[in-house]
């Protein structure tokens, strides 16, 4: 049976996780702390499609009617 991922999907937007050198200057550019972030469980499938860990950060981007693409930042938690 073939597996399907669904990061191809057109309804799920594209995900990707934050190399640990941009990390600090994503959070001064928002001046906010690593918690502050939006949550995303290690158990949600995009994040084990991924293969992110707890305390990773996922980009989010999306595409926006009004502004083109959108990003979002998501902590990955247990």
Same mark, same amino acid.
């Given at each position: 049976?073939?597996?399907?991922?669904?990061?191809?999907?057109?309804? !799920?937007?594209?995900? /990707?996780?934050?190399?640990?050198?941009?990390?600090?200057? &994503?959070?001064?550019?928002?001046?906010? /702390?690593?918690?502050?972030?939006?949550?995303?469980?290690?158990?949600?499938?995009?994040?084990?499609?991924? =293969?992110?860990? !707890?305390?990773?950060? !996922?980009?989010?981007?999306?595409?926006?009617?009004?502004?083109?693409?959108? &990003?979002?930042?998501?902590? !990955?938690? =247990?």
């Amino acid at each position: 049976m073939r597996k399907i991922s669904l990061l191809d999907h057109n309804s !799920v937007p594209k995900h /990707e996780i934050i190399q640990v050198d941009d990390i600090k200057s &994503l959070l001064e550019k928002y001046q906010i /702390e690593k918690g502050q972030l939006p949550k995303l469980k290690e158990s949600d499938p995009v994040a084990k499609e991924l =293969e992110a860990a !707890v305390g990773d950060i !996922v980009k989010i981007t999306r595409i926006s009617q009004t502004a083109d693409e959108s &990003l979002y930042y998501r902590l !990955v938690i =247990e």
